[in-house]
């Protein structure tokens, strides 16, 4: 026997198609979305519009009125619903009458945004009842949605007030109010020609900016001042809803025009919404210095957290430099002046921390080192010496670099990433074996593959070779010295593997020398020794794509008995990106290659490669209880 409310969930869908337009394609949708029906809406001429939108069907055979223009939802429910990229309406059938009440998902969305229930009561008004007209204000909303969304819109933009539950003394000094003072919101009778509803609630401004933006923010009732209370919500709730928006002309010259930045830096929950916007904006400029100097005074951490991280990010050039320059400075000097000597410190880190990102590693070097001889501890802090010893690295002080590896390995001994850049350091200074070894314990403790292994695969075998092919455990390179004498040389001396030896045994990383020993390699048709001669310079040259392609291609021997495609194939692209792969297309397309089975090959390649793993970038700071890290 067939149910009561799969009758009604089909009377409810029959019903609602004899509402909607025949031109208007209908298509039942599974219930994956939460949503019963897809519209596409086309015009009386059967023109398409691209207007697309959902429907959620809930039907009613309920008696009582008030269950027709009411339903109850979890607001969970609500916010999913709401979060679609195509805008969902909600329509009420009651099968006692065969009406509809309809509105829109998002705006319930906006007002049940302070609720602290799990369910939330959406009430539909007498203009929600389905008319003539509603057909009309489907299209007129789906299309200034779509105009708002790509913030194709101008200021003073009209708005009406709806008033849900508040006095009618209440809506009408909020009206007069905007109408008066407001120069971005021109206040209208007729709500269908808005394109702000200012739903005004007892204690609560809720806008909804067709559909694309919302803000709500709450009010206190008071006797006296009501008045200025009430606007003063309406001007917060419309600063938080201009922040979502591209208008940021208009965002800050509202708070210039308002005097409202220090109502912004006295609420914190504003404030940390707001933030990203007033310091990264360059037309926002003028507010950085107010805003860094109270944030700095107020020993809010989690707002100077915020605030750090937002400069932070100027590392992906979020904003300038001399933004961040001037930010940094402006809080060097606040330390100063008050004496914080560990704000100090970790302003010199954070600082370096800034330079190390965008790649002047002088500058970072030096901030470092003013943060250590303020704060002599962070040379027990592990993060601290990892992070020097990578500048190190990159500064070519390779030795150096491994000390301070060795001292965040005893730091952190649980960090098992750290036994393979340490390998790296001690590779780059001459110590083979050690590294060798070094490499070794990583791969054998990433067995759950926590950190990609790929490069440093390639790394052990190279090393692997250098230390029991050509017996070089360990050397004090001299690149200078190996290159001197490869300019001496004549091309002829550069073909004898005698002359490669000695100058491999100056320097065993000088990608030039494995250059010539391919030469070699391929005249005594030695495969062991392309092999190794290509992974080396490939290695050490890195962002050469032709010398991952040629690898790739050789990886495939079965003489050689490597199985190192994956890792050369994600190392490849790590480095290379895209134009790995286009190398390795054409050269596959070479006569020589003829039977190779390119074209299978190639996808076989394109399976391996993973998207490398990514780790956080950690900012830190310190309060009365210690160290505090966030993660970005």
């Known amino acids: 026997m067939r149910s009561r409310s799969h009758i009604l969930e089909e009377e409810s869908l029959f019903e609602l198609k004899k509402i909607l337009p025949n031109e208007w394609v209908i298509r039942e949708k599974p219930k994956d979305y939460g949503v019963d029906v897809e519209i596409e809406v086309f015009s009386a001429n059967g023109s398409y519009t691209g207007l697309v939108f959902w429907i959620q069907l809930k039907g009613t055979d309920s008696e009582n009125t008030k269950d027709h223009k009411s339903i109850r939802l979890s607001v969970k429910k609500i916010r999913q619903l709401a979060s679609y990229k195509l805008p969902v309406a909600i329509f009420r059938y009651n099968s006692l009458n065969k009406e509809f009440y309809f509105d829109w998902v998002i705006r319930h969305g906006y007002l049940s945004s302070s609720t602290r229930s799990k369910s939330f009561n959406i009430q539909f008004e007498p203009h929600h009842l389905w008319t003539d007209n509603s057909i009309n204000q489907i299209i007129t909303f789906l299309k200034r949605k779509n105009e708002f969304n790509k913030n194709n819109f101008s200021f003073p933009i009209k708005g009406f007030v709806n008033n849900i539950n508040a006095p009618n003394k209440t809506y009408r000094i909020l009206s007069g109010n905007i109408s008066k003072k407001s120069s971005l919101v021109k206040i ?41 209370l009430i606007f003063d919500a309406f001007n917060k709730a419309l600063l938080l809803l201009l922040n979502q928006t591209e208008k940021d002309n208009e965002l800050f010259k509202f708070i210039d025009d308002n005097n409202l930045l220090k109502d912004i830096i006295h609420h914190s929950g504003i404030l940390q919404y707001l933030l990203p916007k007033l310091i990264a904006s360059k037309t926002g400029k003028h507010f950085t210095e107010e805003i860094v100097d109270y944030v700095f005074k107020s020993g809010d951490p989690i707002t100077q957290a915020a605030l750090q991280a937002i400069v932070f990010l100027a590392g992906q050039k979020v904003i300038s430099r001399d933004r961040v320059e001037s930010y940094f400075q402006q809080v060097i000097k606040l330390c100063k002046e008050t004496g914080e000597n560990k704000s100090l410190a970790t302003t010199y880190y954070n600082l370096g921390n800034y330079y190390r990102g965008i790649g002047d590693l002088v500058l970072a070097l030096k901030y470092y080192n003013k943060a250590y001889k303020i704060e002599t501890t962070y040379i027990q802090r592990g993060y601290y010496c990892r992070e020097l010893a990578g500048i190190l ?6 030795k150096l670099s491994a000390k301070f590896y060795e001292l965040a390995k005893k730091l952190e001994p649980d960090n098992i990433f750290l036994l393979g850049i340490l390998g790296d350091a001690e590779m780059y200074s001459g110590n083979y074996e050690k590294a060798l070894n070094l490499f070794d314990d990583f791969l054998t403790k990433n067995k759950d593959a926590k950190h990609d292994k790929y490069e440093f695969s390639l790394k052990f075998t190279l090393l692997n070779a250098i230390v029991d092919s050509f017996e070089i455990k360990t050397q004090k390179r001299n690149s200078i010295l190996c290159s001197k004498e490869l300019k001496a040389l004549s091309e002829e001396q550069l073909q004898d593997s005698k002359v490669l030896d000695r100058l491999l045994n100056i320097d065993a990383l000088n990608p030039v020398v494995w250059n010539y020993y391919s030469f070699i390699s391929i005249r005594e048709q030695d495969l062991f020794l392309m092999f190794l001669s290509s992974l080396v310079q490939a290695i050490l040259i890195k962002f050469e794509s032709k010398l991952w392609a040629s690898l790739s291609i050789q990886a495939t021997l079965d003489e050689l008995h490597y199985p190192l ?43 391996l490669i993973k998207d490398p793993k990514e780790y956080p970038n950690e900012l830190r700071f310190w309060d009365d209880n210690g160290a505090k890290i966030l993660e970005i």
């Open 188 to 228: 209208v009778r007729d709500r269908y020609s808005a394109d702000i509803e200012i739903n005004l609630l007892e204690k609560r401004i809720v806008l909804n900016m067709s559909g694309s933006f919302g803000s709500s923010i709450g009010f206190e009732k008071a006797e006296n001042d009501n008045d200025i």
């Open 565 to 607: 495609l994956n890792d050369i194939a994600n190392t490849a692209y790590f480095y290379c990106k895209e134009s790995y792969i286009t190398e390795l297309q054409e050269m596959i397309e070479w006569e020589i290659y003829k039977d190779f089975n390119g074209d299978e090959f190639l996808s076989h390649v394109e399976s």
């Open 393 to 398: 690295f990159d500064l070519s002080f390779y």
